[in-house]
């Protein structure tokens, strides 16, 4: 490469990076002033639901959901741009090669004999926890019982079960049992059980929950 076409290459990186930092800066603060940005686009989203039930569990026509939360993820020349309703930062900036989601949402995942559990952490703190297995309709004594066992965890506040029927190609029939809660600061007994958390592991992070899980549970394996 000449100098005349390192001169113009370099121009042109600079002009790039130039252009990044401005509409960088413009979007952000746009966005800090809650509206949209103008030279990024739309990456992704997540948004959270509050649904409230009057009446009739069955009818649906007495639902009610309330929007809680949005986290929308957009991406700029060289920069990604985070808005959050419901997080300490509102508006937040990463280079385009950074794994923003993962700075707002982590998951871990871990194996009890059969059952899976899954801990949900927002910026590090956990939120939400859910846990299921797949249980031989022989194992099931009486399978009535079993399902409302389950669906009765649908009473405690912030939680939810699902039972789904499965068969496979061999005619070998199984349930799958789901169990998953909102976690906050006043946990619910059932809820401590079943996802073998104390209140004061709640303002754990996801490292200083895998120890004390692990400790508590010696054959629990956590990924």
Known sequence: MNKKSFKITSIVIATIILL??????FDYNLAKNGKKPWFSWYSSGISSYNVKVAGDNETKDNETKEKEEETIFYKGLGYKLVTCTDCKQKVKMFLLTTDEQKYYYDDLRCKLNNQVLIYTFKESKLINASISETI????IVDADIFQEEILEFNNIDNCGSTINNQKNYNDFETYKKSKYCDINQNLDNNVSKEFLLKSEYLSLSKKELIKKLKNDNPKLLCD
Not at 136 to 139: Q, V
């Open 20 to 25: 990044g930092i401005i509409f960088a800066t």
């Open 136 to 139: 031989p309709k022989s194992d």
